[in-house]
């Protein structure tokens, strides 16, 4: 068992990881953490509220619920107390080599070809009996004084994955798609994702490249190093708000990802000589 735990200004948190299964305790919840993986994951609310931002739509996931988030998917989540009680959670991981091997046992797991795959979005699932009771076996797990054995862990994980494919038929060409990472459209991503702070590495990852073939590709589609490229965009994306919405500097400098105020300054004057004071 691997026990973290962390401590800052508004947050504190105890975690606890059994095999890919992570139970989670946060106290407050006023700070948010960013969620990006390379795995598939269930997330289900034992007590409290999970809020999820992927910078679209925001989904409030509220005890006893359920929510499937897809793999690479990039989301801001706040974990927080509700309802006068802790936020208490359960996370359940599904790795590629986990899905391979089910995939290889589970006659579930072949359907037509013609069958879609799902929106890669993070999904609020149903509240079936087998969820439920899936959760409802696991929670004796929150006291850390029992521990539970890695082979039942296992069979957690492998009824939540028949769960899974029992609720939607196209949960399984989403989940077993072992296709090497796919090339997405540069620039489609980066409009969806300018605000968050990635590095060239994790864009290339996100776009399905290398690193040098990312930077290649990019050279492509415009003058601009990527860098610079999404300062524009968070600039543009800025003087539209300040322009239509007449918010806070500060609170537009946060929306579109600029961590530094004064650095946001100097940029806005730099692009359209005035501060942004002077919109």
């Known amino acids: 068992m691997d026990e973290v735990k962390a401590a800052g200004r508004d947050t504190m948190q105890q975690v606890f990881n059994y095999r890919d299964v992570f139970f989670s305790f946060f106290y407050d919840g006023r700070e948010a953490c960013v969620h990006r993986s390379p795995n598939f994951a269930l997330n289900y609310v034992y007590s409290g509220e999970m809020v999820l931002d992927n910078g679209r739509r925001r989904i409030a996931v509220r005890a006893g619920e359920c929510v499937f988030i897809p793999r690479d998917h990039h989301i801001t989540m706040w974990k927080r107390p509700a309802g006068g009680e802790r936020y208490c959670g359960i996370f359940m991981m599904f790795t590629r080599m986990f899905l391979k091997e089910m995939y290889a046992r589970l006659?579930?797991?072949h359907v037509p070809a013609d069958t879609p795959k799902l929106p890669g979005d993070v999904m609020l699932l149903p509240g079936t009996p087998g969820l439920l009771s899936l959760f409802a076996s696991m929670t004796p797990y929150f006291d850390k004084g029992v521990?539970?054995?890695?082979?039942?862990?296992?069979?957690?994980?492998?009824?939540?994955?028949?769960?899974?494919?029992?609720?939607?038929?196209?949960?399984?060409?989403?989940?077993?798609?072992?296709?090497?990472?796919?090339k997405i459209d540069i620039l489609d991503f980066m409009n969806r994702n300018y605000m968050c702070d990635m590095t060239l590495d994790e864009l290339a990852r996100y776009t399905g490249r290398s690193l040098a073939t990312f930077k290649r590709d990019f050279r492509k589609l415009s003058d601009l190093t990527p860098e610079k490229w999404l300062i524009r965009k968070r600039l543009e994306v800025a003087y539209a708000m300040m322009k239509e919405g007449r918010r806070k500097i500060a609170d537009v400098c946060a929306?579109?990802?600029?961590?530094?105020?004064s650095h946001f300054s100097t940029a806005f004057k730099r692009m359209y000589g005035v501060p942004p004071t002077a919109v």
């Open 107 to 109: 006659p579930q797991a």
């Open 147 to 182: 521990r539970p054995h890695d082979d039942l862990m296992r069979l957690k994980m492998e009824e939540g994955l028949l769960t899974l494919l029992h609720i939607d038929r196209r949960f399984a060409p989403t989940l077993f798609d072992f296709n090497e990472p796919w």
């Open 255 to 261: 929306a579109v990802g600029f961590k530094n105020q």
